[in-house]
């Protein structure tokens, strides 16, 4: 089992290979660039900001859109599985996982591997 690094620091955040760059708002994955709408940014900095945590969908309507989840609101599904793709285009591995009917954990184990290694 690969150990999982995790560095934080004001202007970037790193874990299980994502890293997170606030001050140009990039994304790398395992090295390699991932472009994200800003919205997939912070998306994925909320649930890195609690890796290996259960982040309600809840949490993150009111993080991300500054509202009250309502109960037919479709719109993080719809960014969460673009985010996937993007993610998936680089490896194959999740990393994030869906716990249903409660929202998503950010996986914290650097097991990632390329899809074109």
Do not use: W
């Amino acid at each position: 089992m690969l150990t999982t690094e995790k560095h934080v620091t004001p202007d970037k955040m790193l874990i299980a290979q994502v890293e997170l760059n606030f001050l140009n708002r990039s994304v790398l994955f395992l090295g390699k660039s991932v472009t994200t709408t800003g919205l997939e940014f912070n998306l994925l900095a909320v649930l890195m900001n609690d890796a290996g945590s259960l982040v309600s969908r809840e949490v993150i309507a009111q993080r991300i859109f500054q509202r009250k989840l309502d109960s037919c609101d479709k719109s993080i599904n719809s960014h969460m599985a673009n985010l996937r793709k993007k993610l998936l285009v680089i490896s194959s591995r999740p990393v994030i996982k869906t716990v249903k009917g409660q929202g998503y954990i950010f996986l914290t184990s650097s097991f990632a591997t390329p899809v074109n290694a």
